[in-house]
């Protein structure tokens, strides 16, 4: 018996061509936006606006008599101390959409700032229908 040479690696001259084809994607390239861009720049400001709301709220239920859950009173009570950490809350905010923004999570980029406003909102409604601390009564 006889062998055939192997020539796996060479193109056969008797077969066409195969076509050129283009390889199309599946799915559209995500779009990418300025982090800075008209909808992020209204959800901070809505971020901001719902800490100062908390700040507000939290400042008229201490002057109730309420206290503060999170928080010790003396650090709500330093008015100061207590702008900057809401501060802070925005800054958080802002800097954890960013990192968000720069894997190419540009949903969840937004949603950071909408669940930071949701809450925050909420959470000030709440502070605002709170009732007086009531005096306890003290045994003769």
Do not use: C
């Not at 990192?99 to 909420?122: C, P």
């Amino acid at each position: 018996m006889q062998s055939l040479p192997l020539k796996a690696q060479e193109a056969n001259p008797k077969s066409p061509p195969l076509p050129k084809t283009s390889v199309q994607p599946t799915r559209p390239a995500p779009t990418t936006h300025r982090f800075w861009d008209a909808p992020n720049a209204g959800l901070f400001a809505g971020v901001a606006g719902a800490r100062a709301l908390d700040y507000a709220s939290t400042r008229h239920f201490r002057k109730k008599g309420v206290d503060e859950v999170l928080l010790t009173n003396a650090v709500v009570d330093n008015k100061p101390l207590f702008a900057a950490i809401e501060l802070s809350g925005v800054a958080a905010s802002i800097g954890i959409s960013y990192l968000f923004h720069k894997t190419g999570h540009h949903k969840i980029e937004r949603w950071v700032s909408v669940v930071h406003i949701s809450v925050g909102t909420a959470g000030s409604i709440r502070n605002f229908g709170l009732e007086p601390k009531q005096p306890t009564a003290t045994p003769p």
